[in-house]
Each structure stands twice: as C-alpha cells, then as structure tokens.
C-alpha cells in the first residue's frame, strides 16, 4: 500500500500542512477500513470506481453532507492521481466521478459597525488575558491573518520600525503584511504586558497567561465570546474576521488583485468568493455611475 509514501509526498514536496495530512491519513484509513469490512480489500491501490460508490451510498445513508463526502472523495482523488503519476496503476477509479451537489453558503461577514462597537468599547478586562484577547482580534481584523497563522507568528516576526508584519502562511509561504498605526499600538501594549510575566515562550509573539504557546482552542472561543456580545450573527469564527477583513477592503475600493496578496490566496478565484458580500456596493456605485441609474433620474 502506498499510503504512507502519499502522506509523505503532501508533507514534503507539497508543503500540506500537518492538520491537513492528519485529516488526508483519518480519511484514508477510513475508506481502508471499509474496503476491508465490506469486500476484504486489504490493499485500496486495486479498488475500482463500484467500490467507491458503494462507500459514498454508505456515506449518504450515514447522513454525512454532500459537502463532507465530496472532501473526502477529493482525498482519495488525490491519492489516486499520485499513484497515476508514481505508475503505481494505469487507470484513475474515479476518472469519470463528478462530485455530488452542494448548496451554496453565503456566510455574512460582522458588520463595521459590529466591530467598532466591540474595538472602541470596554468590553476587554485590562489584566493580561483581556489585553491578549483584544490584541488578538484587533490583528484578525486589520491583517485578514488566519487563525494558525496568528498562533505561529514569531516574536521577531513583528517589524514596530517598519509597521509590517511576517506571516506564514500554507504551504510555508512567507508573506509580509502591512500594520496600520491602531495595530501597532495594539500588538505594543501587548508586548508590555507580555514581558510583566514570569515567563514564557520566547520563540512566540502570543502566549497564554501561563506562558504557553496559544493553542486553537482559545483563540477560537475568544472571538466567539466576543463578538458574541455585538453580534447575532450565527457563525462568529476568526474566519469571519479574515472575511470581515476582505469584504471591507473591497468595499472601500480596493484592487482585488491586491487583497489576494494581503489574504495569501495563490488564485485569484480563492479571493473572489468575497466578493458576494460586495454586491450591493457594487450595485449602489453601478447605479449612481451609469446614465440611466435611478440616483440620476430619467430626465433629459
């Protein structure tokens, strides 16, 4: 079986993420596990496309989403062009597979006035942690940063001379993102309140108040406490943040070209799903620029 050398593929020469070659390793075992219970297929290398489809009826009558079985099969999609290109088969079992229709979310970013509301009020304690928590979510907001890339910023990634920040984002790839003069203030009160500790992480810009490196987990219920009390908003995510940043950017004008930069996203189509939340604004300025708009009027 050719599984670990696929693992170790993505890992090295893709540059995956370990959180991404974990979940392609459960996904793997997963179908391994029922090539076994179902056909005593040890070996998935020599399964074809009806033993697939039989793992994805057994998926649907399971109740997975057709979201969560299209990723997996893309997992598998995966491993298979791998084995195609090391000749390890001749045929791709899932050449002629089309992933199973999925309903379009649209998840609305916060609102300006949500994250004023939540930024310029007193909302944060201004012991350590409150200084932390509001540091972090001041950063997911100017920079667009994701959530593992804020938890992995070095202590000499934050340039106070130069107002930028380094990033490291997928794949291991450097960015360096712009820090606007609120954020720099921001990211300083909290480097003061950091050196009071005891001690900590020196490698690490953020750490918990035990001196620890932070971890997912709070970060995410930080957002979602906080914005928890501005918003109704169902999804409250430090990846709504990350959208808040994008839609607010080309809200106001910006070149999308250039939000891709600052998100990170090697394909301008990974950008573009941004852009819904933009619509409206779009509209009002087609509507006010184009001779016929209704802010004109139709007098001649």
Not at 113 to 120: F, M, S
Not at 163 to 176: A, D, F, H, M, P
Not at 272 to 285: A, E, G, M, V
Request: contains cysteine; aromatic residues 10%.
């Amino acid at each position: 079986m050719s599984i670990n050398r696929f693992l170790e593929y993505i890992s090295l020469e893709k540059k995956y993420s370990e959180n991404t070659r974990i979940a392609y390793q459960k996904n793997l075992e997963e179908f391994c596990s029922f090539c076994n219970d179902y056909y005593a297929i040890e070996d998935i290398d020599d399964v074809d496309y009806s033993h697939i489809r039989t793992w994805i009826i057994q998926l649907v009558e399971a109740k997975n989403s057709n979201r969560t079985i299209n990723r997996k099969i893309s997992v598998l999609r995966s491993y298979y062009k791998f084995l195609l290109k090391t000749g390890s088969i001749s045929t791709h079992p899932l050449k002629l597979h089309r992933p199973l229709k999925v309903s379009k979310k649209v998840n609305m970013p916060f609102s300006k006035a949500e994250i004023n509301r939540l930024l310029a009020g007193d909302l944060f304690p201004t012991d350590y942690v409150g200084t932390l928590q509001k540091c972090i979510i001041t950063l997911f907001y100017y920079t667009g940063i994701r959530r593992k890339e804020l938890i992995e910023i070095k202590t000499n990634a934050v340039d106070f001379e130069n107002n930028t920040l380094q990033v490291l984002g997928k794949r291991n790839k450097e960015r360096i993102v712009p820090l606007l003069p609120e954020a720099v203030s921001c990211l300083k009160e909290y480097r003061q309140h950091k050196n009071d500790l005891p001690h900590f992480d020196p490698h690490s810009f953020f750490c918990l108040a035990s001196g620890e490196k932070l971890h997912e987990g709070f970060v995410y219920q930080t957002v979602n406490h906080y914005f928890g009390l501005v918003s109704t908003k169902v999804k409250k995510s430090p990846h709504m943040l990350r959208h808040s940043f994008a839609t607010h950017l080309l809200d106001n004008g910006a070149d999308l070209n250039a939000v891709k930069e600052l998100l990170g996203h090697e394909s301008i189509a990974a950008t573009q799903i941004y852009t819904h939340s933009s619509l409206k604004k779009i509209q009002d300025t087609y509507d006010k620029a184009h001779p016929r708009g209704k802010s004109r009027g139709t007098t001649i």
